[in-house]
């Protein structure tokens, strides 16, 4: 199974992906971030990009990847990444639904001042990404037009990250069957 944490930046992906790794048996992260990273480190350069998810190869990539991590481990992996443009959650869904693979996707979701608070105290961006900045009104539009529809929401503005990853392990455990029946959604003509 995947477990796919999506959100924006500063609503506690990354931390909560290592307690919910730690909740879930025989259970993995996978960075996506790291196949982009990868992408972003061939020579010459791939063209311009303001994101690594708008370069083609990203997408089925990760679906590669997490298939065949899949394939050798077996168990659960917990992957941590933003994917806010619905047409690439479709593609990214539709390659991990052939190959059979249940995903249970949660948004972590946290108000906009709660955002803004989290990314001014990052001590790992910085204060007060530009990148993550950024990407707090596509959040805001993903989440009203598609996101939250399609993802099992957990507000985090009240949480912290052990009570969140707490939050998606009891979901998992409590909609277990379902979420081993349930393939990813397949992509919407």
Same mark, same amino acid.
């Given at each position: 199974?995947i477990v796919?944490?999506?959100?924006?930046?500063?609503?506690?992906?990354?931390?909560?992906?290592?307690l919910v790794?730690?909740?879930?048996?025989?259970?993995?992260?996978?960075?996506?971030e790291?196949v982009?990273?990868?992408?972003m480190?061939i020579?010459?350069g791939l063209?311009a990009?303001?994101n690594?998810?708008?370069w083609?190869p990203?997408?089925?990539?990760?679906?590669?990847?997490?298939r065949?991590?899949l394939d050798y481990?077996?168990?659960?992996?917990?992957?941590p990444?933003?994917v806010?443009?619905?047409?690439?959650?479709?593609?990214?869904?539709?390659?991990i639904?052939?190959?059979?693979?249940?995903?249970?996707?949660?948004?972590?979701h946290?108000?906009?001042?709660t955002?803004? !608070? +989290? #990314? $001014?105290?990052?001590?790992?961006?910085?204060? &007060?990404?530009?990148?993550?900045?950024?990407?707090?009104? *596509?959040?805001?539009e993903?989440a009203r037009?598609w996101?939250?529809?399609?993802?099992?929401?957990?507000?985090?503005?009240?949480?912290?990250?052990?009570?969140?990853? !707490? +939050? #998606? $392990?009891e979901?998992?455990?409590?909609g277990? &069957?379902?979420?081993?029946?349930r393939?990813?959604?397949? *992509?919407h003509?």
């Amino acid at each position: 199974m995947i477990v796919w944490l999506n959100g924006t930046h500063g609503a506690g992906k990354t931390t909560t992906s290592l307690l919910v790794q730690q909740l879930i048996p025989d259970s993995r992260v996978f960075d996506a971030e790291k196949v982009g990273e990868t992408l972003m480190d061939i020579t010459p350069g791939l063209p311009a990009t303001d994101n690594f998810q708008h370069w083609p190869p990203w997408r089925p990539l990760v679906v590669e990847t997490a298939r065949r991590v899949l394939d050798y481990t077996g168990g659960t992996l917990v992957v941590p990444m933003t994917v806010l443009v619905e047409r690439y959650w479709r593609e990214i869904g539709a390659g991990i639904a052939q190959y059979g693979i249940p995903v249970r996707h949660f948004v972590l979701h946290a108000d906009q001042e709660t955002l803004r !608070r +989290r #990314i $001014a105290g990052d001590t790992v961006l910085g204060p &007060n990404s530009p990148f993550r900045l950024r990407h707090l009104e *596509p959040y805001a539009e993903a989440a009203r037009t598609w996101l939250h529809a399609e993802a099992e929401v957990v507000d985090t503005t009240q949480l912290t990250p052990a009570r969140t990853a !707490r +939050r #998606i $392990a009891e979901a998992l455990d409590t909609g277990k &069957n379902e979420a081993h029946a349930r393939p990813a959604p397949p *992509p919407h003509g």
